[in-house]
């Protein structure tokens, strides 16, 4: 399997295909990190595929000295903040759980289980979604995406120690948010 | 050190972000503090939580979709991105026609068969197609043979010329040019003028914009005149023709077709004009109308009487001109929503209810252009995403086995609103 480089090569030469191979590849995880960013499937749609254009008709200003991922999820962040501030932050569980979709559980759960994890689920993203944009943009490329400091600082463009100290506020702020289901957790 | 440096140790930690040296200071405060072990418990409960959150799938593959919206996106030419990405443009673009889909495998032919097409489209006679349709009783027939009705759209609207009935959209967008001049509606007589002389004819008379609140009304006077400019200019148009005998572009009412998507590329041109042959089959159920009011996109018909001699439109009686028209849309359609209409073209070919499906390029007179662009209007932003900008588009439908039409009454074809940078 071709790496990152190769493709990116190819596509610069003008292979679109090399590139299309880029979006298969990479667009599932940036889905799922958007989703949580801009709190809608619909939304994060849209931004994921906002993003792939971008990048590819902006192919050329791609340095190579960052990975290939680094640069597209800096700018489906950026379209994603951008389009989130446009539209009205969700509040209610019911806006949250719709905006959401239901969550795809495992089928093997006895039906109570399912039931739980579903509206542990809808709690935890209902947190999420009441923190500030930042806050939740920094927990989402760390717990969900699992991108180190380094790779956060590039894609907020932001230094690393800033990082250390956001994401401690973000995750003391979703602490408050989310102290039933932590202790429920813990017990 | 205070607590809160302490707890954003603490972060860090949970993360493995830490020095060897911190790390030890946050172990040895965990062995010795149990508000401190039971902060980094809940730290630990929380990645959990959101860890555990389902992953999201995207339903479907987006390559062919992304692929495909940046191509079109540098057809449209931003400049500070067409040359990026995509280098050499020439190879990509043809390699997007030509993949996927059997229209696109015949793109470059195509589009030469339509540049050919429109230079003997220019030479046949055009001022019979007014006379035609100025007929209100053959017009009468034509609506009655038709099922068509007038456009009810505005109290006292009489339709002009061509002009047969509003479609399944019903009103139609605010500005959404459909006129039959070639001339952009807004144009200046100076700015005609000015264009007419550019390819070497001055009309004798410069008729006024037609109605400014009916954005749909024709004006017949100018494309005669027109048209006869380009006659004038074909052979120009010819003389530039490449050694393969595929002209580099043509005129067509004032506009200009671009037959070289490198060329294309460079002035920013854009897919705006659709023509194929279609079988009756395809014209009782018109699918394409179905299409565009589906999408919501703004569409006005038009009819294109064939071309004939004037002896021979003497004999022909009502029910036949109105069997033989030809039928044109204007519209006023995004990108995306172009996308969907020759999605939905192609889809007929296979069908064997379209054929000779032509998708071509097509912008105003560069004069004409420029000056256009200064009159802008003031509420069309600038940030205004180019995905999402409704651009005048073109379709003919050319029944099959008819002969060769007289060029439509071609609807005025705004320049392309300028993609604004995201």
Known sequence: ?187 | MDSHQREELLSAYVDNELSAEDRARVERWLAEDAEYRRLHEELLSLRNELQALPRHKLPSDLAATVVRRAEQQVLRGKPAERSVGLAPPRASVAEWWSRGRSGRMFFWPALAVAAALLVALFNTQVDDRDVALDDSSLKDSYLKDNNLKYSASKPGHEPAAGELELGAADEPTEGAPATASGYRRDATPAMRSAEQQRVGQVPSEIKSAPDAEDPFAPQFSEPRQAAGAMKNAAPDAAARATPNGVPQQQFFLGTKVETNVQRALENRAQVNLIQCDVTPAFLDENPLEKVLSGNKIAFKRFAIPQADTKSNRAIRSQSELAVDDNLGYACEATPKQVETIVIELEQEQSRRRVSNLIIGLQEPLGALKAQAAEAKPADRPDELNANDAQQPVTIYLRKQGAPQQAPPAAPEQDPPAEPAQP
């Open chain 1, 1 to 187: 399997m071709k790496d990152d480089v190769q493709l990116i090569g190819e596509a610069l030469d003008g292979d679109s295909a090399a590139f299309g191979q880029l979006v298969t590849r990479y667009q599932d995880r940036l889905y799922n990190t958007v989703v949580h960013v801009v709190g809608s499937c619909d939304t994060a749609q849209d931004v994921v595929q906002d993003a792939f254009v971008q990048a590819f008709v902006k192919l050329e200003t791609f340095e190579r000295a960052s990975a290939f991922y680094t640069w597209l999820y800096r700018i489906a962040v950026n379209l994603a903040i951008s389009r989130r501030r446009r539209e009205k932050p969700m509040a209610s569980v019911e806006q949250v759980r719709e905006a959401m979709g239901h969550e795809p559980l495992d089928a093997a759960d006895p039906p109570e289980a399912r039931l739980e994890q579903r509206e542990r689920a809808c709690q935890v993203r209902q947190a999420l979604a009441a923190l500030s944009e930042e806050h939740r943009t920094i927990l989402t490329l760390r717990e969900m995406d699992d991108c180190s400091y380094e790779q956060i600082a590039e894609i907020l463009n932001l230094p690393v120690g800033t990082i250390r100290s956001r994401l401690h506020r973000a995750r003391m702020h979703l602490r408050e948010q989310l102290k039933g289901v932590i202790q429920e957790y813990r017990t």
